[in-house]
């Protein structure tokens, strides 16, 4: 969702990629969340971390409370945690489940705008 906010909101000033360890396709209640807002992640791809083992980024951020506790990391300037909750982590019916990813959203957009300085207006 990260990548997807950055794509559709700044795609043409930074550049944004998203890995992890266990790549398990796009989630689609992350797809309908994010097209509520006007941002299609549908043809995004699910991506292996290690494809970007040989790439130097500007920066790194990992979802969780540490950037250090997630092996083989990119190499990097600087780290960043975000830690927010994953929405697929909840249980619930799909009332439940839209909430929790639509708060992740708000919460990414908020998280990208302060720590970067960049806004979504």
Wanted: glycine share 10%; aromatic share 10%; net charge negative.
């Amino acid at each position: 969702m990260a990548e997807g906010i950055v794509r559709a909101r700044h795609g043409d000033r930074y550049n944004a990629y998203s890995a992890g360890i266990y790549p398990a396709g796009v989630d689609p209640w992350a797809v309908k969340v994010m097209a509520e807002s006007g941002m299609d992640i549908s043809g995004h791809i699910s991506k292996q971390l290690d494809i970007f083992s040989e790439r130097r980024f500007d920066y790194v951020v990992n979802m969780s409370d540490s950037p250090y506790d997630i092996p083989g990391l990119p190499p990097a300037d600087r780290y960043l945690s975000c830690a927010i909750s994953d929405p697929a982590a909840g249980i619930g019916g799909r009332e439940e489940t839209l909430g929790r990813y639509r708060i992740t959203r708000e919460r990414l957009e908020e998280w990208i705008a302060n720590t970067f300085g960049i806004s979504f207006d």
